[in-house]
């Protein structure tokens, strides 16, 4: 029985991939490192479409939220189209060197400060 909302999980190359309800969602190994360092506000990007053509394959990305760490700098807030959620930033740097598989989301509720 999974009982959080969403997972962040370790992929190839260094992807963070994201898992919200049905929707997947990613962010690139340069963004995360932005994130982690620089404490920047990195886009979230979701694979939107999939269409093979003769001998290869078109992929339509497009931005579909943010991720950033919150003013405490405990946490990093995720923003997609589906809700926003939070994950300890002690988390996401643990799933980002591949130290553990995956870091459950928690949803942000509204009208709570973070």
Excluded: W
């Excluded at 999980?9 to 963004?31: K, M, W």
């Excluded at 497009?62 to 930033?89: D, E, F, L, M, Q």
């Amino acid at each position: 029985m999974n009982t959080e909302p969403g997972t962040i999980s370790y992929g190839l190359g260094g992807v963070l991939h994201i898992l919200v309800d049905a929707e997947r969602y990613r962010i690139e190994p340069e963004d995360v490192k932005a994130l982690l360092f620089s404490g920047r506000v990195v886009p979230i990007t979701q694979d939107c479409s999939k269409a093979k053509r003769e001998d290869y394959l078109i992929c339509d990305v497009a931005i579909a939220g943010h991720a950033a760490i919150n003013r405490s700098g405990k946490a990093v807030a995720v923003h997609t189209r589906v809700g926003s959620y939070i994950v300890p930033v002690v988390s996401l740097q643990r799933v980002a060197r591949g130290e553990a598989a995956s870091a459950p989301l928690f949803p942000i509720i509204p009208g709570e400060t973070e």
